[in-house]
């Protein structure tokens, strides 16, 4: 309703001064203190801890580059799209929750821009999920981008050896820090971890008898696994064990597949992506002669995991339920 055209402008006038002074006495110190508060959030300095770089913001950028689907996804789902002035890398189809805002952004390249077409949108801000893309081949080195006048940020949680959920939560902390969109992060991390707990209340796993799944990423004279990567704490969450955690001192690498014989585990979680198909790895595994004694392969027990959901960032809860629906079939049935 147009109020204007239906009441005289004297009557509104009226009415806002008497408003304005019945809270006035209680509420001019509250507000003021409020207007201040969020003055100080916008206009404050953020500094943050990343890989050992110490990050200065003194406000937040407005034409950042995302690089690797993850970290895109993150920044989606803070709606910052508005903040974005190309993206680049995706590993498959962008979740269809930010399909739109996902179309609003310049794609610059699909794997990795060279650094002329990223310099060509003038970005403030690099966002990269792997240290690949912070190379001379690529969009350029951390020292490099620095002296550009551009900020990079490496997402820390699928860097580190070891990252748990709690990482990739503060990656999102991170960036919802950067941008002053701190409440958006806190209520994004809060349904993240409500999502994982409505499934884990379906689930009863026995913590003193884990059973045993290896990840499978690719490779057929020696098997690509990943070790010490943040999956390895979501299968630990859904009551298994990686059989390879402790194998490897880094997140992705070779193993035998003598060493999967002996292991001998009960599930194989595939990793979806690349050219070869989650069908075509899963009929290799199968048809591999020196697998057929192994449980998993003679129990047809497999689970896909897409590289989107492998990866450290908001499908966090997505890997989670694919896991525990293929762990534990019940649950699949009654969603």
């Known amino acids: 309703m ?49 890989n050992g770089e110490e990050l200065t913001f003194e406000e937040a ?21 508005d903040h974005m002035a190309g993206t680049a890398y995706l590993d498959d189809g962008i979740h269809p929750e930010y399909q739109d ?34 190379t001379e081949d690529n969009i350029g080195t951390f020292t490099q981008l620095l002296e550009y006048g551009i900020t990079p940020y490496l997402h820390e949680s699928s860097s580190m050896i070891g990252p ?53 990423d690719s490779g057929e004279q020696e098997p690509m696994t990943g070790s010490q990567f943040f999956m390895t704490n979501l299968i630990e969450m859904a009551g298994g064990t990686n059989i390879f955690s402790d194998a490897l001192d880094q997140n992705w690498g070779n193993v035998s597949w003598e060493a999967v014989i002996e292991e001998d585990p009960e599930w194989i979680v595939i990793v979806d992506y690349g050219e070869t198909t989650a069908e075509q790895k899963k009929e290799f595994l199968l048809s591999y002669d020196a697998l057929e004694s192994v449980t998993a392969i003679q129990e047809e027990n497999f689970v896909v995991v897409p590289l989107s959901a492998a990866a450290e960032g908001v499908r966090a809860p997505e890997a989670f339920e694919l896991m525990a629906e293929g762990f534990y079939p019940d649950i699949a049935n009654e969603n």
């Not at 950028?61 to 995302?66: C, D």
């Not at 701190?182 to 884990?210: G, K, N, Y």
């Open 61 to 81: 950028p407005q034409r950042a580059v995302t690089l690797n689907q993850h970290v895109t996804e993150v920044m989606l789902a803070l709606g910052l799209e």
């Open 164 to 216: 748990t959920l709690d990482d990739v939560y503060q990656d999102i902390t991170n960036i919802g820090q950067i941008f002053r969109v701190e409440e958006r992060a806190e209520e994004l991390i809060s349904a993240m971890d409500q999502r994982i707990a409505d499934v884990q209340s379906q689930i009863d796993p026995d913590t003193d008898d884990p059973f045993k799944v290896f990840v499978y």
């Open 101 to 134: 805002a996902y179309e609003s952004v310049p794609v610059l390249a699909d794997q990795y821009p060279s650094q002329e077409p990223f310099l060509n949108v003038e970005p403030d801000f690099a966002y990269a999920g792997w240290e690949s893309a912070f």
């Open 2 to 50: 147009n109020w204007s055209k239906t009441y005289p402008l004297s009557f509104l006038l009226i009415g806002t001064l008497i408003m304005a002074a019945c809270g006035a006495e209680g509420d001019t110190e509250t507000g003021a203190a409020e207007a201040e508060a969020d003055s100080l959030s916008q206009d404050e300095a953020v500094v943050i801890e990343n």
